[in-house]
């Protein structure tokens, strides 16, 4: 599962109990989502997030990200890593989001992606994502496409490109209903979500996606300006992974 680099990708926020959200407002579905929901965030926001794929013993995976937003701009920073022995994924991200006008929101995300194996050295590679947002009363659509410059390592292996459709919708306040159909390599697949505020400090979240088949369910809870993000992700081969974030927020 881990042999091709960068294939192990961690949806923070309300995605990943959700699986889905590349149309969904939280800010921190633009690292994997959509680009463009970097306009989704507060006045300034940061967080971090952590887990363990699969349970594996001695792989880790981690990622520290802060945006900033005024009006109709906004701009962040982030830094993930996945490591086990003597190997090494890192994922430096600018990320830039603008409103041209009312309800239409664009993302573009920057990288530098470097995979360290040890005595064999570096390789350091640019990537390029461009996202898009539109929203018309309570349905909200988006479209991104991520690694879109196809980025190829000195040893010839690359990137694949990954394209994303998906769709929101929130027909009470207190519930938002996600559809995301991704493009990956010549592979096709498809997730579904849901997320239910129970009550107002506390969220609750259940999805599910397909090729591969994985089951997700999570919550989140705001305690001030603090917010707590736990998911649980279920593969029926490789079985669970627990992935445990924090944000804060600024208005």
């Known amino acids: 599962m881990l042999a091709t680099a960068f294939e192990f990708l961690v949806p923070t926020g309300n995605a990943g109990g959700m699986i889905a959200g590349g149309a969904v407002a939280d800010w921190q579905n633009l690292f994997l989502q959509n680009p463009a929901l970097i306009m989704e965030a507060e006045r300034f926001q ?20 802060a945006v900033v937003r005024k009006e109709r701009w906004g ?13 090494r994924e890192s994922d430096l991200q600018l990320n830039f989001g603008v409103e041209p006008i009312k309800q239409v929101k664009a993302g573009l995300g920057m990288h530098l992606m470097a995979v360290d194996i040890g005595r064999y050295g570096v390789d350091v590679v640019p990537a390029f994502d461009l996202g898009f947002a539109w929203q018309a009363g309570v349905f909200r659509l988006g479209a991104a496409g991520f690694r879109t410059n196809l980025p190829r390592f000195r040893n010839g ?37 849901m997320d239910f505020r129970l009550v107002p400090p506390l969220e609750l979240r259940i999805g599910v996606g397909y090729e591969p088949l994985l089951y997700a369910a999570g919550f989140g809870i705001r305690v001030g300006v603090f917010k707590i993000d736990y998911a649980y992700r279920f593969h029926p081969q490789l079985k669970e992974t627990h992935i445990f974030g924090m944000q804060a927020a600024w208005h």
């Not at 887990?51 to 792989?59: E, F, K, M, N, T």
């Not at 994303?164 to 991704?182: F, I, N, Q």
């Open 46 to 65: 940061a967080g971090l997030a952590y887990s363990r794929p699969y349970g594996l013993d001695c792989v880790d995976w981690g990622r520290i990200c």
């Open 75 to 87: 701009s962040g920073v982030g830094f993930g890593s996945l490591s086990f022995g003597n190997y």
């Open 157 to 193: 292996d690359e990137l694949p490109g990954r394209f994303v459709l998906a769709g929101a919708m929130r027909p009470v306040e207190t519930l938002v209903l996600a559809l995301d159909l991704s493009r990956e390599g010549g592979k096709e697949s498809a997730a579904f979500g």
